[in-house]
């Protein structure tokens, strides 16, 4: 079992810096491919981004490609989502979640383990 805890949301102007982190508890956090998801009001979650537990690749939606950076810390058990250069569009719930599984089923949002979420809000 793995438990997640968001945090790191608020308030942001266009343009502006946020930067989430997810906090793990539990066994085997390494072991764990990590990712982060969002939603937005009336629409479906998205799928952000997700780092693997061995090698450390990460992988980007095109929306956000070149803007964020997810990375993580396995001797910490947390991840984070540094967030550059904020677009009103980016306004959602953040969700972190674990995963199990490959690249192909993350980005489905067929995660084992969810946060809470923390919500960001871009002003334009």
């Known amino acids: 079992q793995v438990q997640l805890v968001e945090s790191g949301g608020g308030l942001v102007q266009a343009g502006g810096s946020l930067r989430l982190s997810c906090a793990a508890s539990?066994?085997?956090?390494?072991?764990?491919?990590m990712a982060w998801f969002r939603q937005a009001p009336g629409k479906e979650r998205e799928f952000v981004a997700a780092?693997?537990?061995?090698?450390?690749?990460?992988y980007y939606a095109d929306s956000v490609k070149g803007r964020f950076t997810i990375s993580r810390d396995n001797a910490k058990n947390m991840m984070y989502l540094q967030m550059n250069s904020l677009k009103p569009e980016d306004t959602a719930v953040y969700y972190c979640?674990?995963?199990?599984?490959?690249?192909?089923?993350?980005?489905?949002?067929?995660?084992?383990?969810w946060g809470q979420g923390t919500q960001v809000t871009v002003s334009s």
């Open positions: 539990g066994r085997t956090f390494s072991k764990y491919a």
């Open positions: 979640a674990a995963s199990n599984g490959a690249l192909p089923t993350i980005r489905k949002g067929l995660c084992d383990y």
């Open positions: 780092v693997t537990w061995s090698t450390n690749y990460a």
